[in-house]
DNA sequence: GTCTATACTCGGATAGAC
DNA sequence: GTCTATCCGAGTATAGAC
């Protein structure tokens, strides 16, 4: 249930569809679901948002803004790679901390409908990486660091922080860890990917 | 549709009912679609398997016995640790390159059903990584690879193989990358994994 | 074993009073 | 804006003929 106090019923529909939604998917989540923990009428959330499908539009138009772009400026930003791979694994840990379910959701989703999903959600959005790929390349050609792909570099450091968070139930239950074992686990990784990834790299 | 020649109906739906369920998900799945899928009527389904649930169910098991065994194998197995590691990561995007849309399917239920998951499909299985954290304290112990925690580095591993399928549709969207391209990608990562991970941990 | 027809439930959506 | 009551399609499951 979200707190009944909290101002507009309109805020209290967005909070409750965006915690059914992430956990559950579209194809999982009940309107009653959201109507309950919104504590409201199920009649409400039709009368706000006509229908379902639009409700969770906007829960993954939100999601998508989250997913991407505050990191995707840390690439393109004018850091150091150094500092820059240091201040991506960060911000992306913490983010992910708060947003556990917020890959998943979003992996779902373009998995399931890629071209809806690239239609709506991509549409303008210009390649993020061209930027950060020119950095690399320098950085080779000044052999400062090993010759790297650098959609390689990139896709390593989106895995190495993402993963742990969509693989959280199963790692849990495999390696026996509890969630505060793993809260203290991905924290330990805010340093430990850096460096993991520059060992790797520099010459 | 599947090929309506192969042998019998029980193995066509079975066919059927892992290209629906591993596409679409337990909830976003339909019998009638698996029906069409394996050319065959929709009671069918309900004559071999009494209920959605246990053909789902079915699906699963065999998902899970895929997705874990043959590579924990590996990793118990008795190679020096880099060829472990190489082994490792040609094993795993081998496979994912036949059944892309494994990781997401397992990932989503145990996501989904923490606890049922873990009863389930866990069960019996005694913790997978205990032999090769020992391994990886020796050579650590001998000075051979840097000081770094076993499972750390075990989490990095399944990182690396396979966040980049999740992550394929977003993928190949944010590059520009088609599927050939992507499968190009992959293949060169068996070899780049393996490097990576190397240059990052030896001393 | 295979089909057609149908029962039954669930859940998204709407009508209409207040 | 908020509620109750209800409609109606979709989808799982079963009955029963062949």
């Given at each position: 249930?979200?707190?009944?106090?909290?101002?507009?019923?309109?805020?209290?529909?967005?909070?409750?569809?965006?915690?059914?939604?992430?956990?559950?998917?579209?194809?999982?989540?009940?309107?009653?679901?959201?109507?309950?923990?919104?504590?409201?009428?199920?009649?409400?959330?039709?009368?706000?948002?006509?229908?379902?499908?639009?409700?969770?539009?906007?829960?993954?138009?939100?999601?998508?803004?989250?997913?991407?772009?505050?990191?995707?400026?840390?690439?393109?930003?004018?850091?150091?790679?150094?500092?820059?791979?240091?201040?991506?694994?960060?911000?992306?840990?913490?983010?992910?901390?708060?947003?556990?379910?917020?890959?998943?959701?979003?992996?779902?989703?373009?998995?399931?409908?890629?071209?809806?999903?690239?239609?709506?959600?991509?549409?303008?959005?210009?390649?993020?990486?061209?930027?950060?790929?020119?950095?690399?390349?320098?950085?080779?050609?000044?052999?400062?660091?090993?010759?790297?792909?650098?959609?390689?570099?990139?896709?390593?450091?989106?895995?190495?922080?993402?993963?742990?968070?969509?693989?959280?139930?199963?790692?849990?239950?495999?390696?026996?860890?509890?969630?505060?074992?793993f809260?203290a686990f991905m924290?330990l990784?805010?340093?430990?990917?850096?460096?993991?990834?520059?060992?790797?790299?520099?010459?």
């Amino acid at each position: 249930m979200v707190d009944p106090e909290s101002k507009t019923a309109q805020r209290r529909i967005l909070t409750a569809a965006k915690r059914v939604f992430l956990s559950k998917g579209m194809a999982g989540a009940r309107m009653q679901d959201i109507a309950d923990t919104a504590g409201i009428n199920k009649a409400m959330l039709h009368y706000y948002f006509r229908s379902k499908q639009k409700l969770f539009d906007k829960i993954m138009s939100d999601a998508v803004a989250n997913f991407f772009p505050r990191v995707v400026g840390i690439l393109n930003g004018d850091l150091p790679l150094a500092e820059k791979i240091q201040c991506f694994a960060a911000e992306y840990v913490d983010m992910l901390l708060e947003n556990p379910y917020l890959p998943l959701f979003v992996l779902n989703e373009a998995s399931l409908h890629p071209a809806r999903f690239a239609k709506r959600w991509w549409k303008d959005r210009e390649s993020p990486f061209t930027e950060f790929a020119r950095q690399v390349e320098s950085e080779v050609a000044a052999r400062n660091i090993k010759p790297v792909h650098p959609l390689q570099l990139v896709i390593n450091m989106l895995s190495l922080c993402i993963f742990p968070f969509i693989s959280r139930p199963i790692w849990t239950q495999t390696t026996g860890i509890d969630e505060e074992g793993f809260r203290a686990f991905m924290l330990l990784r805010k340093t430990e990917i850096p460096r993991f990834i520059m060992d790797a790299i520099k010459n």
